[in-house]
């Protein structure tokens, strides 16, 4: 075969070739040439025999042509083959999406049990207070009506509002991933039907 002297930048013909996403044996079988020569090719040290630059020149116009980038919409028919690989990435997210609402569940009923036990221990304190106000308690007898009282007031590291806050914001962090989730799931149901 004959070929040119024009020397191709090797690096632009896999680029090229990268562009249109083939690979060496599919871009060797488009330019009729063999994978070898293809290889020689792209590492600069072989020319492109004259009927394969014709092509390549063919494709530079081509890519040159596209003005901007064509986004595909919809599922090629060979997509559903791929079902298991779907599948694959779509059934841990469903599995992290039940764990949230599981989670969220029993956070909520951890928050209503901190809130009722903080409104009796604060209730408890507030009696306490006002026993010791009103029945002027002072003395040896203070001092054991203070130790209730911070005994009582210890029972606040376990439902304090602190820890109602940070409970409420992991809360929120789960419910905006369940909404998230519930997104996908709408999203896919609508684009892909077929696949759920």
Known sequence: MKTTKIKRNPVGLVELRKSFALSQ???????????STL??????????????????????????SKKENIEFNTIHPLEHT???????????????????????????????????NYQKIRAGLQIIDRMIEENNIMGAELQEWQKEKNK????????????????????????????????????LSTELPGFL
């Open 25 to 35: 044996k599919l871009m060797a079988m488009y330019l009729k040439i063999s994978i």
């Open 39 to 64: 290889k020689l090719v792209e590492t600069g040290r072989r020319l492109l025999p004259t009927h394969a630059l014709i092509t390549v020149a063919g494709l530079e116009m081509q890519l040159a």
């Open 82 to 116: 791929y079902y298991a690989a779907f599948k694959e990435q779509y059934h841990p997210l469903q599995a992290r999406e039940n764990k949230c609402r599981t989670d969220k569940k029993s956070l909520q009923n951890k928050l209503n049990l901190m809130k009722c």
């Open 152 to 187: 009582i007031a210890g029972l606040l590291t376990k439902c304090g509002l602190p820890l109602q806050l940070m409970i409420i914001a992991r809360l929120e962090i789960l419910e905006n991933e369940i909404r998230l989730y519930d997104k996908l799931k709408l999203q």
